[in-house]
DNA sequence: TTCTTTTCGACAACCACGTTGACCACTTTA
DNA sequence: TAAAGTGGTCAACGTGGTTGTCGAAAAGAA
């Protein structure tokens, strides 16, 4: 049922104001939940490190920033107990970096609460609509949907 | 035509690859055009000031974002040629900010770039899909769809 | 094996963008 | 007219980026 005539500019803010209402309700929840200090672009660096351990160089690619951005973040991380350094005993240059425990049950947190938004969204719209919204925006973003370069975006 | 399962995660990551998208071309077209040294924070700030003439307090009500950070923004706008300040003569406190011709340029030309980037998503998705897409997004964001407090949310 | 190149981590300086707190000037209101 | 509120600015700081430089360690080539 399309309710008016929209203008252009009202896409990228209906967009937006649906991203961050999930992000803001997660760290809501995650707040309740143990996380108060967590902030959505610590989010984004968690999910690129996930379960493996690698380096803050590794990390800067994967983020899209220099190591040194990385290397920046992986201190406030650590600083937080989300993240650690470990000493790669196969190269001495190397400081491999993984989460910590509290820094996995953040992640596995935070992808509970996703299902259950994306729930509640389905409640409000019904099944197909969201999952035509879903696939109107892939058909719409292609592969770069899933990129994680997104924190410290704006300024550029 | 639903295409597979999808995870909770995936829903945010798509609708800020949608926003992104939509502002990068924006800023590709208006860096072609005369205004290369605009960056997204800066969009949200003019579309703030638009036509009016406003102190900085009262723009950083409109940002959501503390006076002395909006005093800041001004700077910067009006640095790069997009703001200027005048004295209010009807009030010896007050300097009111307005967008200079340069700035109005800007704006004018981010409307007419938005639709015709809502007519490619058109002529992709076909125009009945996109309305869908945005009625959907509405309906779940509700009232809160456009506001402008959105430059610096990252960070907080 | 030695020399050169690459990579990693760190440090410094800087910028954009936000925050509080303090302060003064001016306007409004009681 | 005194008190309260508002507007602009300065200072200090935090976060999240950038570039440039550097030394140590690894990897590749002669």
Chains 1, 2 share one sequence.
Do not use: C
């Not at 058909?139 to 949907?145: F, I, K, R």
């Amino acid at each position: 049922m399309p309710e008016r005539e929209r203008w252009g500019f009202e896409l990228p803010l209906l967009l937006f104001a649906g991203f961050r209402s999930l992000i803001d309700q997660l760290h809501t929840e995650l707040a309740d939940r143990g996380h108060p200090e967590l902030r959505p672009a610590h989010g984004f660096a968690m999910q690129a490190i996930g379960r493996d351990e690698l380096t803050a160089s590794e990390l800067g690619r994967r983020l899209g920033v220099s190591k040194q951005a990385a290397g920046k973040t992986v201190d406030r991380l650590a600083a937080l107990g989300y993240a650690e350094r470990v000493a790669d005993p196969a190269d001495a240059r190397r400081k491999l970096v993984r989460l910590t425990p509290h820094g996995q049950d953040a992640l596995m947190l935070s992808g509970t609460v996703f299902e259950r938004l994306r729930g509640n969204w389905a409640d409000q719209l019904g099944p197909e609509r969201l999952s035509e919204l879903e696939d109107a925006l892939e058909t719409v973003v292609g592969p770069a949907a899933f990129r994680l370069d997104a924190a410290g975006w704006f300024g550029d």
